[in-house]
């Protein structure tokens, strides 16, 4: 199985760049004003053009206006939508049909949000803390009866644990941000490199 790995909050080409050499099959570009991490779609659209069509470019939106996040979306040139908040099933459907959508959930709605979306192809679930960037692990092992298959897992991930947690829940994705900075908005490049490794060397043990 080949498990995707994302490197969220990019804010400049230097670290896209970085993070693409490091391997990485996904970028995130955060839109939430509420972010450290916010970058503009103009920097975005630039920072995906430096990596190539190869790597993924997700756009990070929270509880935003439907026609803000599709115009943002489009000015950035992403390949995906990231939709975190208290969003209406008809949002996120509506997303949809223009961009593949990444829904996150906190564990709490987990098994819901699971039931909701079995089945929808242009839908995928991402696991995270209930405070996204916090830095904070989940309950790998708890957590474990309710991972979908095909879900991604976020939630205080870095180079010292991924492993443990692809061990426990065996996601299709890992998604990476503040255990990868030297600064909020300001990628470390060894750590980038080191999760990107450590990731697929985790991948390895995954049944075949």
């Given at each position: 199985?080949?498990?995707?790995?994302?490197?969220?909050?990019?804010t400049?080409?230097?670290?896209?760049?970085?993070?693409?050499?490091a391997?990485?099959d996904?970028?995130g570009?955060?839109?939430?004003?509420?972010?450290?991490?916010?970058v503009s779609?103009?920097v975005a659209?630039?920072?995906g053009?430096?990596?190539g069509p190869s790597?993924?470019r997700?756009g990070?939106?929270?509880?935003?206006?439907?026609?803000?996040?599709?115009?943002?979306?489009?000015?950035?040139?992403?390949?995906?939508?990231?939709l975190?908040?208290?969003l209406?099933?008809?949002y996120?459907?509506?997303?949809?049909a223009?961009?593949?959508?990444l829904r996150?959930?906190?564990?709490?709605?987990?098994?819901?949000?699971t039931?909701?979306?079995?089945g929808?192809?242009?839908?995928?679930?991402?696991?995270d803390?209930?405070?996204?960037?916090g830095?904070?692990p989940l309950?790998?092992?708890?957590?474990?009866?309710?991972?979908?298959?095909?879900?991604?897992?976020?939630?205080?991930?870095?180079?010292?644990?991924?492993?443990?947690?692809m061990?426990?829940?065996?996601?299709?994705a890992?998604?990476?941000?503040s255990?990868?900075?030297?600064?909020?908005?300001?990628?470390?490049?060894?750590?980038?490199?080191?999760f990107?490794?450590?990731?697929?060397?985790?991948?390895r043990?995954y049944?075949?």
């Amino acid at each position: 199985m080949t498990v995707q790995v994302k490197v969220c909050g990019t804010t400049s080409v230097h670290d896209a760049v970085l993070s693409a050499e490091a391997g990485a099959d996904a970028l995130g570009f955060i839109f939430a004003p509420v972010s450290k991490r916010l970058v503009s779609p103009q920097v975005a659209r630039a920072a995906g053009l430096s990596v190539g069509p190869s790597v993924a470019r997700v756009g990070v939106f929270l509880d935003q206006p439907l026609d803000e996040v599709l115009r943002t979306a489009e000015a950035a040139r992403v390949s995906a939508v990231q939709l975190h908040g208290r969003l209406s099933s008809l949002y996120v459907m509506a997303v949809a049909a223009y961009y593949p959508v990444l829904r996150v959930v906190r564990p709490a709605d987990l098994a819901t949000e699971t039931d909701m979306w079995h089945g929808h192809r242009g839908v995928t679930l991402m696991l995270d803390a209930p405070e996204p960037g916090g830095g904070i692990p989940l309950d790998w092992d708890a957590l474990r009866p309710l991972f979908p298959d095909g879900a991604w897992l976020a939630g205080g991930l870095g180079p010292g644990n991924v492993a443990a947690a692809m061990t426990a829940l065996r996601p299709a994705a890992v998604d990476a941000v503040s255990r990868l900075e030297a600064s909020p908005g300001v990628k470390d490049p060894e750590a980038v490199r080191a999760f990107v490794q450590a990731a697929r060397l985790a991948a390895r043990s995954y049944p075949q």
